[in-house]
T-cell receptor, first 115, second 111 residues
Framework: NAGVMQNPRHLVRRRGQEARLRCSPM?????VYWYRQLPEEGLKFMVY????????ESGMPKERFSAEFPKEGPSILRIQQVVRGDSAAYFC?????????????FGPGTRLTVT | DAKTTQPPSMDCAEGRAANLPCNHS???????VYWYRQIHSQGPQYIIH???NNETNEMASLIITEDRKSSTLILPHATLRDTAVYYC????????????FGTGTRLLVSP
């Protein structure tokens, strides 16, 4: 049973370019979460999505960041016009559909470097 | 979500039990205690969770005090690969909500 997959694992972008990060949840999981970890800091929640719906985006920066989880295909975190402060590790997690206290399973992360 | 308090760092000898404490004195009746760990640069790894009963799985045991204001994660036979930052998180059960990561405990397992 494959785990959460993220690609690319490493992404280098120049300032002003766009970054697209992809996350494929575990099979049978329809809940996806995105977290960001700045260098030497803890993980911070960004957004929680179910298929075709954004449930909680309280951690998303107001500008330049967007996320989607279409009916078919992976979840996408999109960062427009990247700046050096966007350099971080971005982790995706997924949860199973049932259970009283659903745990989250994390992917290996995408390390974004903005030059 | 309730706040948690963990020691910033702990040491453990390889092969010995590692006991990681967590205080969550303001936990509510419907909040679960979760433990995750992050091995250097990797994605966090789910370890175990519980509500009020002690729990055990292949990775660890979770002991929750009767008043639920604190808990202990026990790694029965620590190995070098258990060196990681361990996070204790409390959040409402029966819901799909974000995890709020604190600063965790950096566990160093030495030979």
């Amino acid at each position: 049973n494959a785990g959460v997959m993220q690609n690319p694992r490493h992404l280098v972008r120049r300032r002003g370019q766009e970054a697209r990060l992809r996350c494929s949840p575990m099979k049978g999981h329809s809940h996806v979460y995105w977290y960001r970890q700045l260098p030497e800091e803890g993980l911070k929640f960004m957004v929680y999505l179910q298929k075709e719906n954004i449930i909680d985006e309280s951690g998303m920066p107001k500008e330049r960041f967007s996320a989607e989880f279409p009916k078919e295909g992976p979840s996408i975190l999109r960062i427009q016009q990247v700046v050096r402060g966007d350099s971080a590790a971005y982790f995706c997690a997924s949860s199973p559909n049932g259970g009283r206290a659903p745990e989250q399973y994390f992917g290996p992360g995408t390390r974004l470097t903005v030059t | 979500d309730a706040k948690t308090t963990q020691p910033p760092s702990m040491d453990c000898a390889e092969g010995r039990a590692a006991n990681l404490p967590c205080n969550h004195s303001t936990i509510s009746g419907n909040e679960y205690v979760y433990w995750y760990r992050q091995i250097h640069s990797q994605g966090p790894q789910y370890i175990i969770h519980g509500l009020k009963n002690n729990e055990t799985n292949e990775m660890a045991s979770l002991i929750i005090t009767e008043d639920r204001k604190s808990s202990t994660l026990i790694l029965p036979h620590a190995t070098l690969r258990d060196t990681a930052v361990y996070y204790c998180i409390v959040r409402v059960g029966e819901s799909f909500q974000k995890l709020v990561f604190g600063t965790g405990t950096r566990l160093l397992v030495s030979p």
